[in-house]
């Protein structure tokens, strides 16, 4: 990804063998995530998947990866 997000962004997550679009809420109103960068986010997926803390996720978007990162908490 070539440009920052926000809360509201919707990527898709990759769970092993599962996928499931997701919206990324961050911490801060108004904050952005720009490339590179490393950030604790919460996220909400659309549909009921089985996940637990440990677990590492894909973000991908039109094909692409574009972040990656692990579970640390289920709420």
Known sequence: RRTPFGSGYTPQF????????????????????????????????LRPVGIEPGMRFALREGGRTIGAGMVTAVG
Do not use: I, Y
């Open 14 to 45: 990759f769970f092993g063998g599962t996928d499931v679009t997701g919206a990324v809420e961050l911490p801060a109103d108004g904050a952005l995530v720009h490339p590179g960068d490393r950030a604790h986010v919460r996220f909400k997926l």
